[in-house]
C-alpha cells in the first residue's frame, strides 16, 4: 500500500469556524509532514513530525495546530483562519530520512 | 538555512530528451530527490539520490554529484503527458524534513 489518504478533499470555512483536516498512511513510514501550497508556488513545509514527535514547526501562525494520534494518523486543526489561508494543504510521509516521500490528494481549503 | 535552484520553465517537443538542473545550498545535506505535479494534482516522487551518480527509472534519470552540490532530472522519449511541474526537494542528514525547490513548468508541445 503507496498510498495517503488525505480527508476531506475540498473545505470551504468561515473566519469563525473551526474544522480539521486528515491525514493516514499505512507504509509504516515514521515520518510526516504538512505542506501548504498555493497556486503556482512550490509546496512550503508547515510541520514535521517524526516518531510522532513534532520535530519542526517552521513559524506556522497557533491557528493551525497539528496532532499525531499514532504512527499513522496526521490532523490539522484549523481555527479562526484568514482568507489568505485559502491554499491546497498537502500531507505527506517518508521514511525518517525524508527520501521518497508520498503525497496525499490533498485537501483545498477556502476561507471565507 | 537552504536553498535550492531550478529554472522557471523549460519547453520541448514530443520525443525529444530534456534536462532540468538543481543546484543547492544546504547544511547537512542528506539527498536529493524529485516529484512531478500536475496542475491541480499533487506531488508525485520520481527517483532520489542519496549517492553520487545516475538513477534510472523507465524514461526518467536523476543525476547528483554532491561535490558540485549540483543534480538533475533528465526526460527522455517526451510525451504530452510530462508537460507539468517539476521540483527538486533536498534532505538533511539528522532531521525528517524536505525542502522543495520553486519548481520547474515543463512544456511538452507536438
Known amino acids: 500500500d503507496t498510498e495517503v489518504t488525505q480527508t476531506p478533499k475540498h473545505l470551504v470555512m468561515g473566519m469563525t469556524n473551526k474544522k480539521s483536516l486528515k491525514c493516514e498512511q499505512h507504509m509504516g513510514h515514521r515520518a510526516m509532514y504538512w505542506y501548504k501550497q498555493k497556486a503556482k508556488k512550490p509546496p512550503e513545509l508547515m510541520f514535521v513530525y517524526s516518531y510522532e514527535k513534532l520535530s519542526i514547526n517552521e513559524s506556522v501562525p497557533s491557528r493551525f495546530s497539528p496532532e499525531c494520534p499514532n504512527s499513522s494518523l496526521l490532523n490539522l486543526h484549523l481555527h479562526a483562519l484568514q482568507p489568505e489561508d485559502s491554499a491546497l494543504y498537502l500531507c505527506a510521509s517518508s521514511q525518517v530520512n525524508g527520501a521518497e516521500a508520498f503525497f496525499g490528494q490533498g485537501t483545498r481549503l477556502t476561507v471565507v | 538555512g537552504q536553498s535550492l535552484e531550478q529554472p522557471s520553465e523549460v519547453t520541448a517537443v514530443e520525443g525529444a530528451i530534456v534536462q532540468i538542473n538543481c543546484t543547492y545550498q544546504?547544511?547537512?545535506?542528506?539527498?536529493l530527490s524529485w516529484y512531478q505535479q500536475h496542475d491541480g494534482g499533487a506531488p508525485t516522487f520520481l527517483s532520489y539520490?542519496?549517492?553520487?551518480g545516475l538513477e534510472e527509472t523507465g524514461r526518467f534519470s536523476s543525476f547528483l554529484s554532491r561535490s558540485d552540490s549540483y543534480g538533475y532530472l533528465l526526460l527522455q522519449e517526451l510525451q504530452m503527458k510530462d508537460s507539468a511541474s517539476y521540483f527538486c526537494a533536498a534532505g538533511i542528514s539528522g532531521y525528517s524534513t524536505l525542502t522543495f525547490g520553486k519548481g520547474t513548468m515543463l512544456l511538452v508541445s507536438p
Open positions: 544546504t547544511s547537512g545535506f542528506y539527498g
Open positions: 539520490n542519496g549517492l553520487d
